[in-house]
């Protein structure tokens, strides 16, 4: 069976979860090989294994942590011409696009980004892609080289299935443009506590409606009664009441949970081809002509500040 | 010392518009207005903001707005002159249709090559495609750094230095000039054309270019050259309409009644 190239984002040898997906995914085209880069790499292997990996391979050096994305480029041409694999799959991180995308070019191959879902077709992996703010789905496949595809976290239910993989050295030297861009600082973000905002079952987000900064606990403590992420419109973003980090839609991140929460959003395009996706959609808003009403399964047209608490302690209640 | 800025803008259509397909499962353009991608207005303001920082220190600084596109793609270069970008070059060809991002990176190469550059500055992505991977293609290509997806950005003694805000880290980043650079929307909201700048954009120099003023090959780029090709597309089925309830004191006791139902408590 034709080797499938993986690359693993991790923190510190902990596997992100859209990699686990992407290692689920992977397994429909081919024999998944990790690829992980960085302090912590072999770190990883265990896991990759136990979603399917046959190999893990990894790399580390400062160059990694020290320069912008060009030594992870060289170090997956390097796997690439190690493996000579069917396809190479990344995480749709901003990071995981522009390796990927660098690669694609090297190696003379066509790229398809935030793929939605893969499968096997007849010519080669067939990618399902979500476009113009989510109206239509797409079909696509590459036509020139190895397919190179990102695919957007929650596109899968990561599933076990344990192989052989064990951390094998992967040799890689730095081209001339590794060291172009110099990470002079990186600053870790705070962990929230909550989940995180692209892997959550549920999301609740605030928008203008919310008012200001200081009325966002009104949506926190939905959320966690709910074990929910928090998100923000863009409007509640660029009021400073919540941070960038936590925005959905096209240029925040994008959300497909089981269950969505809306409150004092109007749905605009940009916001909707974020979370549009979203299997229930729920929406607090006291404008009864809000575009938003209509993604909704359950709305609620009423003021944020007398709903949401009152859905708040009825969730305490009924979870006792 | 002259600091030379190509901003690279693309003409879209309006996301507010009805988008789809054409036959050939390219974009439609004919029913939907197009725009200057508002994505790449945040490129064009940190050009002028660099430029006019640059000026301040009595040296020059010119700035080239690029887009490749159609012939009506010239309203996105005019909005950009008028926002007080110098020149523009437009790259337009029949045979660019249906180019996807690779065949439109080797087009951008070329032509920022071409016009002369220190500084590329692109917007984070686009708004009809949002790859938001041609600036780090764009750079592979040249062969100078990218200093991508930036909140923050200054250029000082021929370094571009910038602020990153990635998923789990904030990092500070720099680079040597010549550079490849892309704008977040949060790097600072886009000015507004001045009636004058409206006007003096009527006067300023746009230059056309075609395929073989860039001595690019018709089979290099177009539909059927592209690296990737879509089969199909479908319409995104219509959300069933939902239930609505109008809050009178009990709008919060209800959502909790219809999110047990659905077993998310
Ligand atoms: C290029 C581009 C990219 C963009 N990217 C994004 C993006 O990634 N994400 C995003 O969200 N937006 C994005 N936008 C902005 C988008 O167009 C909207 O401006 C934004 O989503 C509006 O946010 P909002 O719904 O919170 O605010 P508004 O549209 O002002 O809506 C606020 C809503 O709150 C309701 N409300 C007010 N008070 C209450 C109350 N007490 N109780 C209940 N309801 C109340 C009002 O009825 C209203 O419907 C983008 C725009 C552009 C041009
Ligand atoms: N046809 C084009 N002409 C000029 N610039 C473009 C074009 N396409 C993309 N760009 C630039 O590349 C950025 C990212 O685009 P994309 O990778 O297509 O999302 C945009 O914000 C523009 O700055």
Redesign the pocket.
Known sequence: MAEVLVYVDHVDGAVRKPTLELLTLARRIGEPVAVALGAGAADTAATAAEYGAVRVLTADAPEFADYLVVPKVDALQAAYQAVNPAAVLFPSSAEGKEIAARLAVRIGSGIITDAVDLEQGAEGPVATQSVFAAAYTTKSRITKGTPVITVKPNSAAPEAAPAAGAAEALEVSFSEQATGTKVVSRAARESTGRPDLTEAAIVVS??????GAENFPVVEALADSLGAAVG??????DAGWYPHTN??????KTVSPQLYI??????????R??MQTSKTIVA????AE?P?FDLVDYGVV????E?VPQLTEEVKTRKG | MSLRIVVCVKYVPD?TGDRHFAEDLTLDRDDVDGLL???DEYAVEQALQIAEECRRGDDEAEITVLTVGPEDAKDALRKALSMGADKAVHVEDDDLHGTDALGTSLVLARAVEKTGYDLVICGMAS?DGTMGVLPAILAERLGVPQVTLLSEVSVEDGTVKGRRDGDTATEHLEAALPAVVSVT?QSGEARYPSFKGIMAAKKKPVTSWDLSDLDIEAEEVGLESAWTKVDGAEERPARTAGTIVKDEGEGGKQLAAFLAGQKFI
């Open positions: 605030g928008g203008r409606g919310v008012g923000a419109s863009r409007a509640a973003v925005q959905v839609g096209q240029t925040g809306a409150a004092g959003i109007s749905g605009a395009i940009q916001h081809a974020g607090v808003n006291k404008d809000a938003i009423g003021d944020l500040f709903v | 996301a991608s508002e994505l708004t929307d």
